[in-house]
């Protein structure tokens, strides 16, 4: 199935890319332009841009890292955290509600891919449509934490229950290569914003503060589809119960992106953007890769991936006492969530493993000012657009023709060979007959 979905929703994607704002559109300062000059006038204003740390600086936090993370958790504590990451998120949910953090007004700015262009006056777009995708998508729905859309209530069906949700979903996929799939056509199912012809998803939404800004911009956009998810259901709660929600445009559910075995309420393949913002962090490092390579499933041909995270050095980093680091750049905070600083390098590489194309990847330095207490702090992040290649399924098809020539030029390699072999055969056949009949004194013919 996956083979046969991702032909059929690349072949229009090749034909026709839906507009969005590239990277190349972006200014040349991306990160904000306030610049300190006159290092006298550091307290005139709360944060300054594009801050250039001086070697005294770096050599200062190296060693501050050093101290804090001389002193391991017990393996144990680190099992538990794990184990109850999404009890801990919970918590802190109950307790701070959407008060926490502020609404993410700059992501547009950082982030202009989230906004589709033209799709008002490009009717073409409309082609790539998802009304009548063809799909047997029934695994799907097995658990999805969605509820469904009310003009489309009547079109799910319900799916058996399975305690393994991936494995029915593997097993039912295969079967579309055996004859029976291949002589009737494919049901026709719906999922949640599958009328949308552009579809972003969230991993990681908290109470929102992603999800609002993105839909109050977009309120006026039918071809827009938001998916938000967390693995803390108290704050996918918080999101379903704000006032700005709306089922028609956004679909929340509680998702563990770091367990494979959950299905995500769409097929793969279907999304043009993904916002991984400040998320990645708070997972165990030795299962970040896995995540990054599911996700990138889920992007269509030439769909963005779009980071932001905290960079190694940031001020939160340097603030850890001893004994809360549980692995290199990895620290525990007081209410047991996680936090990992990153680098431009491993950034890179992990993306790039996953099958993505880099198109940004900076490290944000500010400089963070508490203009009352007089106090200066670092903040640095990595910033990241990672794009699936365009032409994946053109890059397939010329692979399965070089295979194909492969074994058409080893077929008649073979054949040649068998035939060498047989009049080789015939002339020591020729050559002992020929002896045979010196040895009666006959004439050979």
């Not at 799916?159 to 049901?187: H, I, M, N, T, V």
């Not at 006026?220 to 918080?238: H, I, K, M, R, W």
């Not at 365009?390 to 010329?398: D, E, I, P, V, Y």
Request: glycine share 6%.
């Amino acid at each position: 199935m996956n083979v046969i979905w991702r032909n059929y929703i690349s072949c229009p994607r090749i034909r026709k890319v839906p507009h969005r704002y590239q990277s190349g559109c972006h200014p040349v300062a991306p990160l904000g332009s306030r610049i300190l000059t006159d290092r006298t006038k550091v307290f005139e204003h709360n944060m300054w841009d594009h801050m250039q740390w001086s070697k005294e600086e770096e050599e200062e936090a190296r060693k501050k890292v050093e101290e804090n993370s001389a002193v391991r958790v017990h393996l144990e504590e680190q099992v538990k955290y794990e184990c109850e990451a999404s009890k801990y998120w919970d918590t802190f949910y109950k307790i701070h509600k959407n008060k926490f953090f502020k609404d993410r007004n700059w992501l547009l700015r950082e982030f202009p891919e989230i906004l589709p262009v033209g799709q008002k006056t490009e009717e073409k777009v409309k082609e790539l449509s998802w009304n009548h995708v063809k799909i047997n998508a029934e695994s799907f729905f097995s658990k999805m934490h969605c509820p469904t859309m009310p003009e489309e209530k009547n079109h799910y069906k319900e799916s058996s229950g399975s305690s393994d949700g991936q494995s029915k979903a593997g097993s039912d996929f295969s079967k579309l290569d055996s004859e029976e799939y291949r002589e009737r056509p494919l049901k026709t199912e719906l999922f949640p914003g599958s009328n949308a012809t552009f579809r972003i998803l969230e991993v990681g939404c908290g109470a929102g503060n992603s999800v609002f800004p993105i839909l109050n911009t977009l309120q006026n956009v039918p071809e827009f589809f938001l998916y938000c998810c967390d693995f803390a259901s108290g704050a996918v709660e918080l999101v379903k119960s704000h006032a700005s929600y709306r089922a028609a445009q956004c679909c929340a559910f509680v998702h563990d992106v770091c367990d494979h075995s959950l299905p995500y309420p769409f097929p793969d393949g279907t999304l043009d953007v993904i916002l991984l913002v400040f998320v990645l962090s708070s997972i165990h490092p030795d299962r970040m890769q896995s995540v990054i390579n599911r996700l990138s499933k889920l992007l269509k041909p030439g769909g963005m991936l779009l980071f932001r995270d905290y960079g190694r050095y940031d001020k939160t980093q340097l603030r850890f006492k001893r004994g809360h680091c549980l692995s290199e750049n990895f620290y525990v905070r007081g209410d047991g969530t996680r936090a990992y600083f990153f680098t431009k390098g491993e950034v890179h590489n992990m993306f790039c493993k996953a099958g993505l194309d880099e198109k940004q990847n900076l490290v944000d330095r500010r400089l963070q000012v508490n203009r009352k207490k007089k106090v200066k702090m670092h903040r640095v992040w990595v910033q990241g657009k990672f794009q699936k290649p365009l032409h994946l399924t053109q890059k397939s098809s010329n692979l399965r023709a070089q295979s194909k020539s492969i074994i058409i030029y080893m077929g008649l390699r073979a054949q040649n060979f068998t035939c060498q072999a047989r009049l080789l055969a015939v002339s020591w056949e020729e050559k002992a007959g020929y002896r045979l009949c010196l040895s009666h004194g006959l004439q050979a013919d």
